[in-house]
């Protein structure tokens, strides 16, 4: 039997008037302008707003048994959350990025349970303006290598070298482009996710190439963009 939808197709009967005001703004221009914006930009801005909407609330109603924090009438009173709901709109409506909108849902279902301090709650909102996939993809490979059989199996070949030569054997798909890839480890290093800074320093092989080098916080913020209750790779 399917299951009464409890917001009736109504984000406002959900998320208060304020909040759906928050959402469906954008900048007003005039004249001719203003028609060309509004049919280039303003209605697939509305769009991708009211899909993300649309997908985040299925999420919800597909977890809402698994997890009560998810039922609505605890997330009516749930302030963390509604401010979650909000930033995460803005965020989305303006990426292309289908990988960067989960994140975005999951932050959002996490930011429910309240488990997350409000002050690392805004930082990592935040830092997903800025974040893309392929910095949460190099974010989980740091924080568990071992989890990785390719790392393993080439750290355990090398007599000496750089950390950076098992992280090409393990995600190629992210360090074939270098400029991409010096740019990703250094915005987690500065960030304060993990320290990518010896990288490129030369050490002996084995299992030390394979230790964790996120931060606390880098730990805590893949926890926070990850789906709820899983321990896998957030995208």
């Not at 007003?28 to 914006?37: D, K, M, N």
């Not at 930009?41 to 609330?57: I, N, S, W």
């Not at 302030?79 to 909000?86: H, L, M, P």
Request: glycine fraction near 6%; avoid cysteine.
């Amino acid at each position: 039997m399917a299951k009464n939808n409890p917001f009736k197709n109504r984000p406002e009967d959900f998320i208060n008037k304020g909040m759906k005001a928050a959402i469906s703004s954008l900048p007003v221009v005039g004249g001719t302008a203003a028609e060309f914006f509004n049919f280039v930009v303003g209605d697939p801005a509305q769009e991708r707003r009211d899909d993300f909407l649309t997908a985040t609330h299925n999420r919800l109603i597909d977890l809402e048994d698994q997890f009560d924090a998810l039922r609505p009438e605890k997330l009516r009173d749930n302030e963390q959350f509604q401010a979650t709901v909000v930033q995460a709109v803005r965020i989305a409506s303006t990426t292309a990025s289908a990988e960067k909108k989960k994140l975005l849902q999951n932050a959002i279902l996490n930011s429910a349970f309240g488990t997350v301090d409000e002050f690392y709650r805004e930082l990592f909102v935040r830092l997903l303006e800025d974040i893309q996939p392929e910095h949460v993809v190099y974010l989980h490979y740091l924080d568990n290598p071992k989890a990785y059989p390719a790392a393993v199996e080439a750290a355990k070949n090398i007599y000496m070298g750089a950390r950076s030569n098992v992280v090409e054997k393990s995600l190629p798909q992210l360090t074939n482009d270098k400029a991409r890839f010096a740019r990703v480890s250094s915005d987690l290093h500065r960030m304060g996710l993990a320290d990518t800074s010896s990288m490129n320093s030369m050490m002996t092989g084995g299992d030390g190439m394979l230790t964790r080098i996120t931060t606390d916080v880098g730990r805590s913020f893949l926890k926070f963009v990850s789906e709820p209750g899983s321990d896998q790779p957030p995208v």
